[in-house]
């Protein structure tokens, strides 16, 4: 009896042993849970009303987080040091058993938690995929290393992030419009301070300065009625009035005003929406859902983007608050019409240049280079605020579709347009020439 006693020991010990040291079961941590992290920034953001240029900010440093660390351990890709302004040369934590893929997408939500105004609610996507990850195989103790991998990574970026300057911009003094008949003013209904006056004096990520691109002046203001500028005025005013379905359309479906205000008589909500940034980066994991990009592939994709979206921002916000140009808003209702209203609401910072412009056609530089100048595809970003998808044959067209929006919105003038398209695709091709120069 002992005898049987000892050998079950005995064989207890040894299938224990050899369960112990059962290779660990490798899952697919792909692109998709990249896009999951991603998306779930965005519906953060939009509850926060995040505003442009830091949203951009946001998703850049989430996402340099998570190519960190796909830099240190795929040879393939290359680090960000030497390419981005001030970025760090971080150390590959050591001794720690991880999965890369799982430690990337830790480190993404480690920097947004810290960084978004409600970035606790990411506690609740870490716990699901934890649980995900340790439902298929992922062993504790390889999703603690991978954690504390991602916490040291996540420390880094967010300590780089800390020197890019945004913080300081609450010190400067509060912006109060400029005197005189041309220049910017708060706009209807809400009548909403000018936004991130400061902006520019964030550091860039690839290009030298805020002011590497600087348009030409916007067209003169002028109350003369023979003048240029009343010709781009009266060309707002006119297409304001056009019935063409296909306009509204195409206005509402690239509004992406995370700030738009309904006036109720005594009552006045908000209307919660995308920015284009987002726009843009839920386009990119339309086009890295179609092409089944690899994790890595996928991590760089949107971190070229997101890093390039910021620089985008920084440019604009340059010159929207040097030429601090009036909304055609105020004088068309000033000149033409005291009783007219644009489609879409005007944004609450100064019109020149677009910044959808700009940050349209700089996405679509890089994306274009990802995927190619002719990649077709359905974008279906605006269906979660009840729009109808829209096709199109490039990442080019799209953005052109997206400039002239504000046209159709009456919220541009349509040199702002131009010139935006302009200073987009100089930030755009000088951003992919940084981080593909060696290739």
């Not at 941590?29 to 999951?36: C, N």
């Not at 109060?176 to 520019?200: C, H, I, Q, R, V």
């Not at 992406?256 to 839920?282: E, R, T």
């Not at 949107?302 to 890093?307: A, E, F, K, Q, W």
């Amino acid at each position: 009896m002992k005898k049987n006693i000892c050998f079950i020991a005995i064989l207890g010990m040894l299938l224990c042993n050899i369960a112990c040291h059962q290779p660990e079961r490798v899952i697919n941590v792909g692109q998709e849970q990249v896009s999951e992290v991603i998306e779930y920034m965005t519906n953060l953001m939009v509850d926060d009303n995040t505003n442009p240029p830091l949203a951009a900010r946001f998703f850049a440093y989430a996402s340099l987080a998570g190519y960190e660390v796909v830099s240190q351990n795929n040879p393939s890709f290359k680090s960000m040091h030497g390419i981005l302004n001030g970025y760090p040369l971080i150390k590959k934590p050591v001794g720690a058993v991880f999965n890369e893929n799982v430690a990337a997408l830790l480190a993404m939500i480690g920097v947004a938690k810290k960084m978004q105004p409600s970035g606790a609610r990411f506690d609740s996507l870490e716990r699901s995929l934890l649980s995900y990850f340790k439902s298929n195989g992922i062993k504790k103790k390889t999703l603690e290393g991978s954690l504390q991998y991602a916490e040291s990574i996540a420390g880094s970026i967010l300590a780089y992030a800390e020197e890019d300057g945004y913080r300081r911009l609450s010190n400067f003094p509060r912006y109060s419009p400029k005197p005189g008949k041309g220049f910017w003013f708060p706009t209807p209904p809400a009548y909403m301070d000018a936004l991130e006056p400061y902006f520019n004096r964030v550091r860039t990520f690839y290009l030298d300065s805020s002011s590497l691109f600087i348009p030409p002046p916007p067209t003169p203001f002028s109350e003369n009625k023979d003048t240029d500028f009343f010709k781009v005025m009266n060309e707002v005013y006119v297409q304001s009035k056009s019935t063409d379905p296909l306009h509204a359309e195409i206005a509402s479906f690239w509004d992406c005003n995370p700030f738009a205000v309904v006036d109720k008589g005594h009552l006045q909500f908000g209307i919660k929406k995308i920015s284009p940034g987002a726009h843009w980066m839920g386009i990119a994991g339309i086009a890295i859902g179609r092409q089944f990009l690899s994790f890595d592939s996928a991590m760089q994709a949107y971190t070229v983007l997101s890093t390039t979206l910021t620089d985008a921002f920084i440019s604009c916000w340059d010159e929207k608050y040097r030429s601090d140009r009036i909304r055609p808003e105020t004088v068309i209702r000033r000149y033409i019409d005291k009783s007219w209203e644009p489609l879409l609401q005007t944004p609450p910072f100064p019109e020149y240049p677009s910044g959808h412009s700009v940050v349209s056609t700089a996405a679509a530089v890089v994306l274009s280079r990802y995927f190619g100048e002719n990649f077709a595809y359905t974008d279906t970003v605006e269906r979660a605020f009840g729009l109808k998808d829209r096709h199109f044959t490039s990442f080019r067209q799209a953005a052109a579709e997206a400039s002239i929006s504000r046209l159709y919105g009456g919220i541009h003038f349509m040199d702002a347009i131009t010139e935006g398209q302009v200073v987009g695709e100089a930030v755009g091709e000088y951003a992919i020439g940084k981080f593909f120069i060696e290739e």
